[in-house]
């Protein structure tokens, strides 16, 4: 007898190879799943640490600025741009540079007397223009602010100190704070009676910030100085802060 062989048509073929396809991703879920279980039930560590480090500061911002009156508010104006004008000019003269020097706010409002049982009463204006500058010398600092108030700077509003490249002093922090991540780490694994396996996850959180904050400094009027005004710009403290999770295991 002679034996028939049957082919199945191109589309069968397909069908058949599409559903054997779809069989085999179905029977490698549960291994993806049992991975993941595996996971879920792993011991894991969750802890956070800081690290700081201290440097000496190398730039200074100051808010500086001048108040004006008069009758009207282009008297008013005009009289604080001409004081200004010198003001920057000293700023200048001191080795400031234009781009270390931005303004920061600019005003002008009506001065009222309030008589009571009256209504107010329109007394002239009063002008304010206030400057923003970085002093990148420190030895030049107090020299700066001196030199501005001589040119007619009427109030200096504050003090802050940085760095103008905070890097390093970062880097050295986050070393610190990974160091004391670990030994936290190792402490609670003892005490435990569990070992490290791996390091799951690591994150930072924190950064640069100036420190101490803007410190308030008085008004001051034109006068005559013997000697530059002291300033200290002390110690800085970089802080990073750090978060990991550990996987555990007897």
């Known amino acids: 007898m002679t034996a028939l062989t049957t082919r199945p048509s191109p589309a069968l073929a397909a069908s058949i190879a ?31 640490a800081s690290g700081e480090s201290k440097v000496t500061p190398d730039l200074a911002t100051i808010t500086l600025g001048v108040q004006t009156d008069a009758p009207t508010a282009a008297g008013a104006l005009s009289a604080n741009a001409a004081q200004m004008n010198k003001v920057v000019a000293a700023l200048k003269k001191a080795g400031i540079a234009d781009r270390d020097i931005q303004t920061s706010s600019l005003n002008v409002n ?27 010398d420190l030895t030049k600092l107090g020299q700066t602010v001196d030199a501005t108030v001589g040119a007619g700077a009427t109030n ?37 009676g569990y070992k490290i ?31 530059s005004s002291p ?8 802080r990073i802060d750090v978060s990991a999770t550990y996987e555990l295991a007897k």
């Open 18 to 48: 599409l559903a054997a396809a779809l069989l085999t991703g179905a029977t490698a879920l549960p291994a993806h799943a049992d991975s993941a279980d595996a996971a879920f039930r792993a011991t894991t560590l969750n802890l956070s």
């Open 110 to 136: 009506p001065q009222y007397v309030y008589v009571q049982n009256e209504p107010p009463k329109l007394n002239g204006y009063q002008a304010s223009n206030q400057v923003t500058i970085q002093v990148r």
């Open 156 to 192: 200096v509003g504050g003090i802050s100190f940085g760095l103008q490249d905070p890097k390093a002093a970062e880097d050295a922090a986050r070393l610190d704070a990974v160091k004391a991540l670990q030994a936290k780490a190792d402490l609670y694994a003892r005490a435990t």
């Open 197 to 227: 396996v791996r390091l799951v996850s690591l994150g930072e959180g924190g950064g640069y910030t100036p420190s101490p904050p803007p410190m308030p400094m008085y008004a001051m009027a034109k006068r005559e100085m013997a000697d």
């Open 231 to 238: 300033v200290s710009a002390g110690e800085l403290k970089v």
